[in-house]
């Protein structure tokens, strides 16, 4: 134990968190610049809105099945191992993306960028539970501060290199990531692999099941659900077959990492449907241009990188629970005033996204280290690859269904009694129905914790 301690010993931990911080602003910059640049991709190549969709969902269908194969895989590689490999892929993709001459070679580059950035964000979860254990809520709470600033601050900075320049050079700018490798590399420890078996088949099998849920989501293609089915039948046979399967079935068995895995599900979902929504709410309501939404957007990302660094030691010092109910509420009473708001002042709006937009890194942070506690340190990588799995999936679902609602809804009175009526109504009753899912997600979580605690408290009045 000794020689593991003495291993993982950092040599300078504020340049490691400096590091990690970078190169996820980067990853997180990436997939928010390339949304504004959809409608001028799909222009230079004569494209049709369900060709252009590609760009982002086949992005987003690799990333998500990538995410959970790097967690996995941290379990037995080293981490220098796996940023560098992950990071020179990304790198080329987006040189190759840069250079490309036609919309195949395009989208051959955004896969090849998912190959390797989704690397980053199953690494940069794992990095605190393994490098920074006593202040692992601190860290956690920096790291989702900093998600949450770049998908506030992407938009902007994609307009302003596509509007300025071209949309080729989002590309070039991704591209930059490369120069944190060194830093990355100098200040993580050197680790040795560690000897353990990996079930391939297994890990197809999920991302067949992750794949054709994106694709049938994202497509609105009903049959490749079945194929999913198929794809889940495998998988729990292969679960029966192995000693050791690629997801231990056994996680899915524990009650609390079950309820904090939905609990966290649903926040992001409706965190990422406020995200999606907005930019098109901004647009059709008021008739905003793209660089004026990204303002009216901007603090909240700035609220929700100032207090993640907050809440972040409010885990450490009043636990996560604690803060995981503060985030719950915040994010109800957030939407809640969205919902109230719409239709009137910019200004109004702006600061009720503030309520809802602060309480991103306290979801990420107080349930990213809930599961930490749960997780054996022989399973870190892989629960917590599940954990950004779910997360994904979240963005991709988040975004067909409120896109659908967009579609086909077209309420005339709102059912908050303060909102606006007529053509904001649609909005005003998604915000208020995503109040609504988050309260019953925060009674089930609380539920579920008031029945552990009495269970642990029986407990030690019998064996204590």
Known sequence: METEEKQLEIPNPKGLLASLCMVLMFSVMNGTMFNIAIPDIAATYQLMPSEVSWVMTGYIMVYSVGALMYGKLADYYPYKTLITFGMTIFTLGSLFGFFAQNYAMVLVARVIQALGGSMIPALVFL????????????????????????????????????????????????????????????????????????????????????????????????????????????????????????????????????????????????????MFMLPIMLRDVYGLSTMAIGFVLFPGALSAAIIGQKGGSLVDTK?????????????????????????????????????????????????????????????????????????????????????????????????????????????????LGFSIIILLSFIQFHIFYKKRRQKKQLANQMYG
């Open 319 to 431: 636990g996560n629970v604690f803060v995981l109910y503060l985030a719950m509420v915040l994010l109800a009473a957030g939407f809640f005033l969205l919902s109230g708001v719409i239709g009137t002042s910019v200004i109004l709006l702006s600061a009720a996204v503030i309520v809802a937009y602060m309480s991103f890194p306290l979801v990420q942070a107080s349930t990213a280290d809930i599961l930490a506690n749960l997780l054996d340190n022989s399973e870190t990588g892989v629960g917590m690859g599940v954990f950004n799995l779910m997360n994904f999936v979240s963005g991709a679902l988040s975004g067909a269904v409120i896109g659908k609602i967009l579609d086909v809804y077209h309420p005339v009175h709102p059912v908050n009694p303060i909102a606006y009526e007529g053509e904001t109504s649609v909005y005003s009753n998604v915000f």
């Open 127 to 274: 990095a605190p539970m393994r490098y920074f254990p006593k202040t692992r809520g601190k860290v956690l709470g920096i790291i989702s501060s900093v998600m949450a600033f770049a998908s506030g601050v992407g938009p902007i900075a994609g307009g302003f290199i596509a509007g300025f320049l071209d949309w080729r050079y989002l590309f070039l700018s991704s591209a930059l990531i490369i120069v944190t490798l060194p830093f990355l590399r100098h200040n993580l420890p050197q680790e040795t692999k560690r000897e353990g078996y990996i079930d391939y088949p297994g890990a197809v099998f999920i991302a067949g099941v992750i794949a054709t849920l994106l694709l049938g989501i994202t497509l609105g293609k009903p049959w490749l659900f079945l194929v999913t089915g198929l794809f889940l039948v495998l998988n729990f046979y292969r679960m029966k077959m192995v000693e050791k399967p690629f997801i231990p079935p056994h996680l899915f068995k524990d009650r609390k990492y079950r309820t904090t895995i939905i609990t966290s599900f649903l926040g992001i979902t409706c965190l990422f449907g406020m």
